[in-house]
Nanobody, 119 residues
Framework: QVQLVESGGRLVQAGGSLRLSCAAS????????MGWFRRSPGKERELVAR????????NYADSVKGRFTISRDNAKNTVYLQMNSLKPEDTATYYC????????????WGQGTQVIVSS
């Protein structure tokens, strides 16, 4: 069982930056690939960024490439999402999720943290 707790979401002005954190309660964090997703009202859930178990492979949605950076610290059981140059369309609830490394499905989810970007 993996418990995930996100933090760092808040109201920020367009052009600003935020860093989201996701702390995992699990024995071996490095057994899991991690992802950040977001959902806005009326929109489908979107995979924003993902990172493999070791941190040397990352992928980003086209909408955030060059602005967001996903990273992880396996010693701290934490994954981060650094968000720069925020836009109003980044407003959403952000969720972190975990999947067993090498599998396809994210099976553990956090409760989400809300990001609101004002114009």
């Amino acid at each position: 069982q993996v418990q995930l707790v996100e933090s760092g979401g808040r109201l920020v002005q367009a052009g600003g930056s935020l860093r989201l954190s996701c702390a995992a309660s699990v024995r071996t964090f490095s057994n899991y690939d991690m992802g950040w997703f977001r959902r806005s009202p009326g929109k489908e859930r979107e995979l924003v960024a993902r990172i493999n178990w070791s941190g040397d492979l990352t992928n980003y949605a086209d909408s955030v490439k060059g602005r967001f950076t996903i990273s992880r610290d396996n010693a701290k059981n934490t994954v981060y999402l650094q968000m720069n140059s925020l836009k109003p369309e980044d407003t959403a609830t952000y969720y972190c999720a975990a999947r067993v490394s090498g599998t396809a499905e994210y099976i553990y989810w956090g409760q989400g943290t809300q990001v609101i970007v004002s114009s």
